[in-house]
């Protein structure tokens, strides 16, 4: 294993909150040639598939309540999202994809999978595959319960 650069050690916490910077800030580059952010991109991606209400999109993307409201204001006055009443809770509001969040929507994923292989295109292909089951892995079982009270070695 080679040693880490000047600056940057070799600890897990940095190592993934560096790959999430640099990634996040790539795709919000990226992203912002269509107007929107990388977190409206997630909201109308989890959206995209109707039956959901702002509550459930936010726990799904991670988004507060506060931030929530307000990611929904811009893609609403955007023309790339509504919320409708929930036939099921009056105090709940669905949040549906308009026609043109869907095609916004589809060129964002474009946009997102072309930066995706851009950065997988610095592994050796045989290493790709092993590190894409190795971080979903961590994601979905040793930490999937990241941010929530009382999971094991999270923070609160």
Do not use: Y
Request: hydrophobic share 40%; net charge neutral; charged share 25%.
């Amino acid at each position: 294993m080679t040693s880490p650069s000047p600056g940057r050690p070799s600890d897990l916490m940095f190592l993934l909150s560096w790959a999430s910077h640099a990634l996040r800030a790539e795709q919000a580059a990226g992203l912002a040639e269509l107007g929107i952010s990388p977190r409206a991109h997630n909201v109308l991606a989890r959206a995209r598939g109707g039956g959901l209400t702002q509550r459930q999109i936010g726990e799904s993307c991670g988004v507060d309540k506060t931030t929530m409201v307000v990611t929904l204001d811009q893609l609403e006055a955007a023309g790339l999202a509504r919320r409708v009443p929930s036939p099921t809770d009056r105090r709940a509001r669905l949040v549906e994809v308009t026609p043109q969040g869907e095609r916004v929507l589809d060129q964002a994923q474009e946009i997102a999978a072309r930066i995706e292989q851009d950065v997988l295109a610095a592994l050796p292909e045989p290493e790709r595959a092993v590190f894409l089951r190795a971080i979903r892995r961590l994601v979905d079982e040793r930490l999937s319960g990241a941010g929530v009270c009382g999971a094991a070695g999270s923070v609160c």
